[in-house]
């Protein structure tokens, strides 16, 4: 019986990883073998040269670390003064607001596409990268995320630093950041990871290569196939996007699980 | 002193309210009010580039109640929830019991079943459509070594969203893993110690001790794959475009094809209604089954 599901089991972690090498094998091999299944030792490098040539990855590279990193910078800053504020502060409307945060952990911003469209347009912001990254600003997710760390933090650290005179920001920045700095990296991964592969919402926004991020990038290149007909191109531009993130995951396998894992523990 | 903020009301009310106002407004612009200009535009008939709108009440929502495409769409929805949830949750906990037993290769089967996690959907997307494509695609290959016809996957309505739900399955089970391993590390090893003298079976110990005590984690990744139910649409535009024949249409989808492909902007507002509608019942579930959670420990 326990063998039984150890085979099963095996069986199912090779499954799991033959699209990736599938994907690999076609990459590297010539254009007019890509249909066949065919072993053969011929290896090159041409599909990505040809793919690079072929459509502005570059340009879409760029994009995409400017989309992902602004997005991450803004939602750090908005999303720590936020959480101090939840942890440590008694104020006015406090539940309030609590609530009104919690509402966009109900209803995800992934949904919201067609109003927001909308108030992009009435904003001037289509087709910017600022209007790909701007409803991601503010993030529920972040906020308590941050806030749970912050609590755990011991008062008497806050005391000392106001001993010393240190004003409110400067007390966040000296005490608590630096002792959140694991939460940091938990939710810079998963922030930077959800919106690198982020789809629906850059291509509704962009219309032109200036501002397309590499997702939007890759699925015109993808389509501007006939079926079937390059599909070792296809291939490599595919694997030239993953490339970044499969290489974070492969280094930094540990700090993803556990922020993945943290991005679900409330 | 100059730290007294702490002691005047006034002042912590100030500064807290001042931090706040950064993650407000951006909530406020993308989350609240798109909310409620949405189910107000609900009510009116305007298509994009008119800017005259007339008030037509409930018009939009009756026409969608005899929309046959809205019923497919919903119909749809449904089995890709069905098909996806129950699956990824079962073979996520799988995934985890095995990963978490003394087996060799652990941290490389770890990765084999996590790495999904971390690829775009829209990449997914394209290496799934070579596994799928007819003739000389993965799995047809495959097929003809047992003498069995190309297939086309992707192109009949009888195949097509099974195609889409192992397709999701593979992206998100191993995403779930996690949690179960997190779930899993939480359960005191003396249970199974005791389980051990007793010389309870292992299907037994999975049953009487593992399940049970993983329930929390099961609601949870329930809400989590259920949503994704209705958040993952990525892949319709490049493997389907919704087709054939509206079988892989997706309510997020019909959105985006509406909004976009149509322009009919009250129509388009109707169904985010629904969506959002969708949205707060999984929030009600979410809420009642961790209120439950609460009782038992």
Redesign the interface.
Same mark, same amino acid.
């Given at each position: 019986?326990?063998r039984i599901?150890?085979f099963c089991?095996?069986f199912?972690?090779?499954l799991?990883?033959?699209?990736?090498l599938?994907?690999i094998w076609?990459a590297i091999r010539p254009s007019q073998l890509a249909?066949?299944?065919s072993f053969s030792v011929d290896f090159t490098l041409d599909n990505f040269i040809d793919a690079w040539q072929k459509a502005p990855f570059a340009q879409y590279y760029l994009n995409t670390f400017y989309i992902v990193f602004g997005i991450l910078i803004v939602q750090l800053?908005?999303?720590t003064?936020?959480a101090?504020?939840f942890a440590r502060?008694?104020?006015?409307g $406090?539940k309030v607001?609590f609530i009104?945060?919690l509402?966009?952990l109900?209803?995800?911003?992934?949904?919201?596409?067609?109003?927001?469209?909308?108030?992009l347009r009435d904003l001037s912001l289509l087709n910017t990268k600022l209007g790909i990254m701007?409803?991601y600003?503010?993030?529920?997710f972040g906020?308590f995320l941050l806030r749970q760390r912050f609590k755990s933090v011991p008062y008497e650290l806050e005391e000392v630093a $106001?001993l010393e005179?240190?004003?409110?920001l400067e007390t966040i920045w000296k005490v608590y950041v630096p002792l959140a700095k694991p939460t940091y990296i938990a939710f810079g991964l998963v922030s930077v990871?959800y919106h690198?592969?982020?789809?629906?919402w850059p291509?509704?926004v962009t219309d032109s290569a200036q501002n397309r991020p590499l997702?939007v990038g890759?699925?015109l290149f993808?389509?501007s196939f006939e079926?079937?007909a390059q599909?070792a191109e296809?291939?490599a531009a595919?694997f030239m996007?993953?490339f970044p993130?499969?290489l974070?995951?492969?280094i930094f396998?540990k700090e993803?699980?556990s922020s993945?894992?943290q991005s679900?523990?409330k | 002193m100059?730290?007294g903020?702490?002691n005047s009301t006034f002042k912590?009310?100030f500064?807290?309210?001042l931090?706040?106002l950064?993650?407000?407004?951006?909530?406020t612009?993308?989350?609240?009010?798109?909310?409620l200009?949405?189910i107000y535009?609900s009510f009116f008939q305007s298509m994009q580039g008119e800017h005259d709108s007339v008030f037509i009440g409930l018009d939009n929502y009756k026409y969608l109640m005899e929309d046959e495409v809205f019923w497919e769409v919903i119909k749809n929805n449904i089995w890709y929830a069905l098909g996806t949830v129950p699956t990824s949750i079962i073979?996520a906990m799988?995934?985890a019991c095995?990963v978490n037993a003394k087996?060799r290769a652990k941290?490389?089967?770890?990765?084999?079943?996590?790495?999904?996690?971390?690829?775009?959907?829209?990449?997914?997307a394209?290496?799934?459509?070579?596994?799928y494509?007819p003739?000389?695609g993965?799995i047809n290959?495959i097929l003809s070594w047992f003498g069995i016809g190309s297939v086309n996957f992707l192109g009949q309505s009888e195949t097509v969203m099974a195609a889409m739900i192992v397709m999701i399955v593979?992206k998100q089970a191993?995403?779930f893993m996690?949690?179960y391993?997190?779930g899993l590390q939480n359960i005191p090893t003396n249970l199974y110690e005791v389980a051990k003298i007793e010389g309870t079976s292992?299907?037994n110990t999975f049953k009487t001790i593992t399940f049970p005590l993983l329930m929390p984690t099961t609601l949870?990744?329930f809400i989590?794959s259920l949503?994704n139910a209705?958040?993952l649409?990525?892949h319709i535009?490049?493997m389907t475009q919704g087709g054939p024949n509206n079988a892989s249409n997706l309510l997020?989808y019909y959105?985006?094809q509406v909004?976009?492909r149509f322009w009919d902007k009250g129509l388009?507002?109707a169904?985010?209604v629904i969506?959002?509608m969708i949205?707060?019942i999984?929030?009600v579930i979410q809420f009642f089954s961790l209120d439950r959670k609460i009782h038992y420990s």
């Amino acid at each position: 019986m326990k063998r039984i599901f150890r085979f099963c089991m095996y069986f199912l972690a090779l499954l799991w990883v033959i699209p990736l090498l599938w994907l690999i094998w076609t990459a590297i091999r010539p254009s007019q073998l890509a249909t066949s299944l065919s072993f053969s030792v011929d290896f090159t490098l041409d599909n990505f040269i040809d793919a690079w040539q072929k459509a502005p990855f570059a340009q879409y590279y760029l994009n995409t670390f400017y989309i992902v990193f602004g997005i991450l910078i803004v939602q750090l800053i908005t999303a720590t003064l936020a959480a101090y504020v939840f942890a440590r502060l008694n104020f006015w409307g $406090k539940k309030v607001i609590f609530i009104l945060i919690l509402v966009q952990l109900m209803i995800p911003i992934d949904v919201l596409i067609f109003p927001n469209y909308n108030v992009l347009r009435d904003l001037s912001l289509l087709n910017t990268k600022l209007g790909i990254m701007i409803p991601y600003f503010a993030t529920a997710f972040g906020i308590f995320l941050l806030r749970q760390r912050f609590k755990s933090v011991p008062y008497e650290l806050e005391e000392v630093a $106001k001993l010393e005179g240190c004003g409110i920001l400067e007390t966040i920045w000296k005490v608590y950041v630096p002792l959140a700095k694991p939460t940091y990296i938990a939710f810079g991964l998963v922030s930077v990871s959800y919106h690198w592969s982020s789809f629906l919402w850059p291509l509704i926004v962009t219309d032109s290569a200036q501002n397309r991020p590499l997702t939007v990038g890759l699925s015109l290149f993808a389509q501007s196939f006939e079926t079937g007909a390059q599909w070792a191109e296809v291939s490599a531009a595919t694997f030239m996007v993953i490339f970044p993130l499969l290489l974070a995951f492969f280094i930094f396998q540990k700090e993803f699980i556990s922020s993945f894992m943290q991005s679900g523990i409330k | 002193m100059k730290n007294g903020w702490r002691n005047s009301t006034f002042k912590v009310n100030f500064y807290s309210w001042l931090f706040l106002l950064p993650s407000l407004i951006f909530l406020t612009i993308f989350t609240f009010y798109p909310i409620l200009k949405t189910i107000y535009q609900s009510f009116f008939q305007s298509m994009q580039g008119e800017h005259d709108s007339v008030f037509i009440g409930l018009d939009n929502y009756k026409y969608l109640m005899e929309d046959e495409v809205f019923w497919e769409v919903i119909k749809n929805n449904i089995w890709y929830a069905l098909g996806t949830v129950p699956t990824s949750i079962i073979l996520a906990m799988m995934m985890a019991c095995f990963v978490n037993a003394k087996i060799r290769a652990k941290s490389w089967i770890r990765t084999f079943f996590f790495y999904p996690t971390v690829i775009p959907t829209i990449a997914i997307a394209n290496i799934w459509l070579f596994i799928y494509t007819p003739g000389y695609g993965l799995i047809n290959h495959i097929l003809s070594w047992f003498g069995i016809g190309s297939v086309n996957f992707l192109g009949q309505s009888e195949t097509v969203m099974a195609a889409m739900i192992v397709m999701i399955v593979w992206k998100q089970a191993g995403y779930f893993m996690i949690f179960y391993l997190a779930g899993l590390q939480n359960i005191p090893t003396n249970l199974y110690e005791v389980a051990k003298i007793e010389g309870t079976s292992a299907w037994n110990t999975f049953k009487t001790i593992t399940f049970p005590l993983l329930m929390p984690t099961t609601l949870f990744v329930f809400i989590i794959s259920l949503t994704n139910a209705f958040k993952l649409v990525d892949h319709i535009i490049v493997m389907t475009q919704g087709g054939p024949n509206n079988a892989s249409n997706l309510l997020l989808y019909y959105i985006y094809q509406v909004a976009f492909r149509f322009w009919d902007k009250g129509l388009a507002s109707a169904l985010t209604v629904i969506m959002l509608m969708i949205m707060v019942i999984i929030a009600v579930i979410q809420f009642f089954s961790l209120d439950r959670k609460i009782h038992y420990s």
